[in-house]
């Protein structure tokens, strides 16, 4: 089993979309959650922290189930400028991030 | 306060030569990471090293590969005798000192192609 799964998608959406990712993980003494976004050939730039209690930062929601070791990633109002592929990383001892494979997303007009 | 530099950017080497990738963490970042993504595919994890020490490298191929993060300059990832199969982006990270829940900044990259 691969420490953090996630479906590859592509999704595709319209403009206006709400569109869920999720993610699982392995290794329930992991540590630290985060959704890094990465755009074509470039660099991953994280996008957000998760919490326990959930976070919220404008369109995007991310939320954290430790029980089920589940992440996920809510995006309203989706725009153009959010395809890309949104990757789901897990730090876990000893700082290592592990990250998931990422889910591609593609917003159309 | 500059963010993680990768030189080169690009880099093509002939089957059989090295290759020597650099990272320069950002200032005050003592933990680097490097990852691999071959076309189409995730980052994989090769090896986390604080100055001058290895913490993980369960990543890193058994041969041909290695990395260092010496106390002075940047950390190196060095690949002998490369194959077409090394062709891939090399991603560098840095952090901050140990402490739960701070994430990681990446450098640009450098784009290995062998021929």
Redesign the interface.
């Known amino acids: 089993r691969k420490e953090v799964e996630q479906d590859p998608g592509p999704f595709n959406v319209p403009e206006g979309a709400t569109v869920a990712f999720n993610c699982t993980y392995s290794n329930s003494a992991s540590?630290?959650f985060?959704w890094y976004r990465q755009d074509c050939?470039?660099?991953?730039?994280?996008l957000m922290?998760v919490y326990s209690s959930g976070n919220e930062d404008g369109r995007f929601t991310a939320q954290l189930n430790r029980a089920s070791q589940y992440i996920s990633l809510l995006i309203r109002d989706s725009k153009l400028s959010d395809s890309a592929t949104y990757?789901c990383v897990v730090?876990t001892g000893?700082?290592?991030?592990?990250?998931?494979?990422?889910t591609r997303l593609l917003v159309s007009p | 306060n500059a963010g993680v530099m990768q030189n080169p950017r690009h880099l093509v080497r002939r089957r059989g030569q090295e290759a020597r990738l650099r990272c320069s963490p950002m200032k005050g970042h003592s933990?680097v990471?490097w990852?691999r993504q071959l076309p189409e595919?995730?980052?994989?994890?090769m090896v986390?090293l604080q100055k001058e020490n290895i913490?993980?490298e369960s990543g890193m191929p058994k041969e041909r590969f290695s990395a260092e993060f010496p106390k002075e300059g940047p950390s190196i990832l060095r690949i002998q005798q490369v194959v077409r199969g090394d062709s891939a982006?090399y991603?560098c990270?840095s952090?901050p000192r140990?402490d739960?829940?701070?994430?990681?900044?990446?450098?640009?990259?450098t784009r290995l192609t062998v021929v």
């Open positions: 540590q630290s985060f050939r470039k660099e991953p730039k994280l922290s990757l730090m000893f700082q290592k991030l592990v990250f998931g494979t990422g | 933990h990471y990852y595919e995730g980052l994989k994890f986390y913490i993980d982006a991603f990270a952090s140990r739960s829940g701070t994430e990681a900044f990446f450098g640009q990259g």
